[in-house]
């Protein structure tokens, strides 16, 4: 799976919009995008993946690059209990299936 | 709809024991998988499991690890003679087929 590379932290306001960018330069064509978020010490939750066009659903949108070298995961109104790890992860979906590399993420910290 | 579920949510064991973790897929999952997040590190594979089969181990320590996913029941992490350096969270995931994964809230393992 190509690697995926995320700043390690940001800061965003609550009730703005939060965007954490995300690079994959080495992804290749049947290679997903997915995102997942840990909440302090509980289990990642998926929030979205896409391959290349850009997706949305009620906890977040992706937007992927016409290059799908990077791409942008966006959260229109950021709350304080969006206060999490943000992992981005680059998957190819075999017959086998696939596990989950997960990198260092970016530590999203919502401020009041 | 229950998500993942695993238990104990907490266990306790002194050098030598066993641990024994379970893992419930959500309804209609096949498709188990079960990571380890080491205190401050970022979460690893393990092994993927399809009910009576395993998938991929690559991820799985050599000795004193075993995993399994019966036909009926949950799927059971196994850890022989534990010691300290196997306290740890471990997580189970499961997928419908080749999908997103989802993840339940973990196993939290303290070898004193």
């Known amino acids: 799976d190509a690697k995926t590379t995320q700043p390690p932290s940001m800061d965003c306001a609550e009730g703005r919009a939060a965007n954490l960018p995300c690079n994959h330069s080495t992804i290749s064509g049947n290679e997903y995008v997915y995102w997942y978020r840990q909440i302090h010490s509980q289990g990642p939750q998926y929030i979205i993946h896409?391959?290349?066009n850009n997706e949305t659903n009620e906890m977040a949108s992706l937007i992927i690059t016409e290059d799908r070298k990077s791409s942008t995961l966006i959260l229109p109104h950021a709350t304080l209990r969006d206060t999490a790890v943000y992992y981005c992860?680059?998957?190819?979906?075999?017959?086998?299936?696939?596990?989950?590399?997960f990198g260092g993420g970016t530590r999203v910290l919502v401020k009041p | 709809n229950a998500g993942v579920m695993q238990n104990p949510r907490h266990l306790v064991r002194r050098r030598g024991q066993e641990a024994r973790l379970r893992c419930s897929p959500m309804?209609?999952?096949?498709?188990v998988y079960w990571y380890r997040q080491l205190p401050e590190e970022g979460l690893k594979f393990m092994v993927y499991?399809?009910?009576?089969?395993?998938?991929?181990e690559s991820g799985m320590p050599k000795e004193r690890f075993s995993a399994e996913f019966p036909k009926e029941g949950p799927s059971i992490l196994r850890i022989q003679q534990v010691v300290r350096g196997d306290s740890a969270a471990y997580f189970c995931?499961?997928?419908?087929?080749?999908?997103?994964?989802?993840f339940g809230p973990g196993t939290r393992l303290t070898v004193t």
């Open positions: 995931a499961s997928s419908p087929v080749l999908n997103e994964q989802y």
């Open positions: 309804k209609g999952h096949s498709h």
């Open positions: 896409g391959l290349k």
């Open positions: 992860i680059v998957r190819g979906v075999k017959a086998a299936g696939n596990k989950l590399t």
């Open positions: 499991l399809q009910k009576e089969n395993i998938i991929d």
